[in-house]
């Protein structure tokens, strides 16, 4: 009985694990898909469509009510709305659109920084012993390297708006993704990824409306809509539904140490769509990432 418990419970953990991992892969493609899109749309009308889509594309896979329980519920679903599904994803792309996709990357990274600091100061949930704390060190320097080879812009040293829309929709997702752990105990993540999605959504379209904005949503050429369609679907929709799983299987700090593979996707994504090459310091990158999910994972 013990036996078949204990591979139970592994077989949950390796769920976990992997939706973390293919959740990181979608969110990868988000930083080179937004960039088309956000040469000729407002930020603002972009990110009110792609968590609309999103939430629509949900439905069918949450097969859900848009009711909770309790008001606890409801007030957990508030907070991730207004913080992960209006405010960072326009951050993000009015943040993109001012700063180049190198730098992105690197501000990208304080998601894991803040969600860890967020959860080990309000929720007790940090590292386990020195070891924990050294694995989460490996995998910061594994990503700066993977995202910098080394050699830093000079505008990731200077502050400019760009930098700051970018790190303040990191900050915004540390702490959605901290709230969503405790949902997720109550709420199947489907339902959550779903109700948040069209919520946030609908908040930031009727933003749009009311400031006059509806034309940059009817101007978007037809080409564009493909890519907004997949990115949403995929890149948004599918990785919040993935990640949310993950983190209700695994907790909050192992969650976002594999979700630090994200820009190790998006390398690899770049090389194989732009032929870009892949560097020894990404590979040594790659090397330090993993044993710092493996450590993470043991300890």
């Known amino acids: ?107 990208a990274n304080g998601e894991i920084v803040f969600t860890i600091m967020l959860s080990a100061i309000f929720f007790g949930e940090k590292p386990h012993g020195r070891v924990g704390l050294f694995a989460v060190i490996l995998v910061i320097i594994g990503l700066f390297i993977a995202t910098t080879n080394l050699k830093v812009s000079e505008t990731i040293l200077e502050f400019n708006a760009g930098n700051l829309l970018i790190l303040a929709s990191m900050l915004m997702w540390a702490i959605d993704n901290n709230v969503s752990r405790r949902l997720s105990s109550n709420v199947r993540p489907a339902k959550i990824a779903m109700v948040k999605s069209l919520s946030g959504g609908l ?54 140490s594999v979700f630090s593979m994200t820009p190790i996707f998006g390398i690899v994504i770049a090389a194989i769509a732009l032929g870009e090459s892949i560097s020894v310091f990404q590979g040594i990158a790659t090397g330090l990432i993993i044993v710092g999910i493996l450590l993470v994972s043991r300890h």
């Open 1 to 107: 009985m013990a036996a078949e418990k204990a591979e139970g419970h592994r077989q949950h953990m390796a769920a976990g694990y992997l939706s973390v991992l293919f959740a990181s892969a979608l969110f990868g493609s988000v930083f080179t898909l937004a960039k088309v899109p956000l040469t000729t749309v407002d930020p603002l009308a972009l990110s009110a469509i792609v968590y609309t889509i999103a939430g629509l594309g949900l439905i069918p896979i949450a097969k859900a009510s848009f009711r909770f329980k309790t008001r606890r519920e409801y007030y957990y679903l508030a907070i991730i709305t207004i913080f992960g599904a209006v405010a960072a994803p326009a951050l993000l792309l009015y943040g993109l659109q001012q700063t180049n996709a190198s730098d992105a990357a690197i501000l």
């Open 203 to 256: 908040v930031l379209l009727a933003i749009v409306l009311f400031l006059g904005k509806s034309g940059a949503i009817t101007s978007i050429e037809p080409s564009l809509w493909l890519i907004i369609v997949g990115m949403s679907v995929s890149g948004f929709g599918g990785a919040l539904l993935l990640f949310l799983q993950g983190i209700k299987r695994i907790g909050t700090v192992r969650a976002m």
